[in-house]
C-alpha cells in the first residue's frame, strides 16, 4: 500500500458508475487517486466534465496505455461489460488487485455467463478465482483476493433480502419470486430511447421478462446459500426516477418463525444492512447516496407467505458505494472508510 494509502486507478471513469467512484474516493481518508483512463475524454480534466468535483479531483483523464495502472495497489473497472476481462490477467500477473463494477467476473460457469451476455470471455481460467464481493456473505473470501466481482444492483437487493429466509431453511425453495423496480440511472450513462425524458417520465413499466442478465447471478447466490437449485421468478421494472432499486420479495414459508428476529440476528454485526421495526415500509429515497440496504419483513395476516422489502441506491450499496465496501476490507481499512454518507431527502 501506498504512503498515502492505497494507490487507486479507475478505467472507465466517464459513466455513473465512474462518477459515484469517484465522489466517494475523493473523500476518503486512506486512498490516493493516481489515475482515471478514458480513450474519448484524453486530457480532458475530471472537474470539467463532473463539476461536483471541482476542487477535490484535480485530475484529468488519460490514455488507458499511457496511465501507469500497473504502478496501482488496486484498479476499479467502473466499464462496460467485457473490458475487465480483456485486461485483467496483465494486471494481476503484474500484483495489482481488482475489483470489476460489470459484470465479466460474477458468474462461475463460463458457458453460461457466455450465453447470456453474447461473447466469448477472454480470461476464463481467472473467473475460478474471482471472488462474488457481497461483504455480508464473502467478507474472509474478500479480503484475500485478487479479484473482486462486485455484485449487480438487482442481485445486492435481492439476495440481502432473501438470504436471511434461505440460510434459515424456513421457505419454499421453488418458488420464489423478486419483484423489483429501478430507478433510470441503472442504464448507465448513454443515449437510449427508453432513458429518454419523454420516454421515462410519467411511466412505469416490466422489461426482461423473459430473463435478465441479473438472473443467473441472482439464483446462484441463492443456490450457494441454499446448498441446493432454487427456482426464482425474476421481474425487473424501470421507474421515472433516477437512483434506487426496490425489491419486493416474495417466499412461501415451509415452517413457522419469529421472522423480524431471524433478520434481526443475521444482520446485527451489518455496517450497511440496516433491519427495519417491525411493520416498516421502506422508501428509496431513505438510501440516496447513500451505502446501505434497508430491509423489513411482513408476514401478511400471519399467512404462510413472507414478504420481504428491500431498497438500495443502485450506484452506491449497488455498484461504486459496495466497490469501495470491498476495498476497505481487501486493504484491511475500517469497512465504513469513505461510506458514512447519510441518505439525501429530499
Not at 15 to 37: D, F, K, M, N, S
Not at 88 to 96: C, I, Q
Not at 99 to 105: H, T
Not at 108 to 125: F, L, M, N
Request: aromatic residues 6%; contains cysteine.
Amino acid at each position: 500500500m501506498a504512503k498515502n494509502g492505497v494507490r487507486i486507478g479507475i478505467v472507465g471513469g466517464t459513466g455513473y458508475t465512474g462518477v459515484e467512484l469517484l465522489r466517494l474516493l475523493a473523500q476518503h481518508p486512506h486512498c490516493e487517486l493516481a489515475a482515471i483512463t478514458s480513450r474519448k475524454e484524453a486530457g480532458t480534466g475530471v472537474a470539467e466534465m463532473f463539476p461536483n468535483l471541482r476542487g477535490r479531483v484535480a485530475l484529468k483523464f488519460s490514455d488507458p496505455d499511457k496511465a501507469g495502472l500497473k504502478n496501482c495497489d488496486l484498479v476499479f473497472f467502473a466499464t462496460p461489460n467485457g473490458v475487465a476481462m480483456e485486461q485483467a490477467r496483465a494486471l494481476v500477473d503484474g500484483g495489482v488487485r481488482i475489483i470489476d463494477i460489470a459484470a465479466d467476473f460474477r458468474i462461475q460457469d463460463v458457458a453460461e455467463w457466455e450465453t447470456w451476455y453474447g461473447v466469448k470471455h477472454a480470461c476464463p481460467e481467472l473467473v475460478a478465482e474471482a471472488v462474488y464481493g457481497l461483504p455480508e456473505v464473502n467478507r474472509a473470501k474478500i479480503r484475500e483476493a485478487r479479484i473482486v466481482a462486485n455484485p449487480g444492483c438487482y442481485p445486492t437487493a435481492v439476495q440481502l433480502g432473501m438470504l436471511p429466509l434461505i440460510e434459515a431453511g424456513i421457505v419454499d425453495l421453488d418458488h420464489l419470486i423478486a419483484d423489483a423496480k429501478s430507478g433510470v440511472s441503472g442504464a448507465g450513462r448513454k443515449a437510449e430511447v427508453h432513458t429518454l425524458l419523454a420516454e421515462a417520465s410519467d411511466n412505469f413499466k416490466a422489461y426482461s421478462v423473459a430473463g435478465h442478465r441479473h438472473h443467473p447471478e441472482i439464483t446462484q447466490g441463492l443456490t450457494r446459500a441454499a446448498g441446493r437449485p432454487v427456482n426464482l421468478v425474476f421481474v425487473p421494472h424501470l421507474t421515472p426516477m433516477i437512483r434506487g432499486i426496490h425489491a419486493t420479495l416474495y417466499a412461501r414459508l415451509t415452517r413457522n418463525s419469529d421472522l423480524q428476529a431471524l433478520y434481526e440476528k443475521r444482520y446485527a454485526k451489518e455496517a450497511f444492512v440496516d433491519v427495519m421495526p417491525a411493520g416498516s415500509h421502506p422508501d428509496t429515497r431513505s438510501v440516496r447516496g447513500a451505502n446501505f440496504c434497508r430491509v423489513a419483513v411482513h408476514q401478511p395476516r400471519g399467512g404462510d407467505i413472507a414478504v420481504v422489502l428491500s431498497v438500495i441506491d443502485n450506484l452506491v450499496k449497488g455498484a461504486s458505494g459496495q466497490a469501495v465496501q470491498n476495498m476497505n476490507i481487501m486493504f484491511g481499512l475500517p469497512e465504513t472508510a469513505g461510506l458514512e454518507q447519510l441518505a439525501l431527502i429530499p
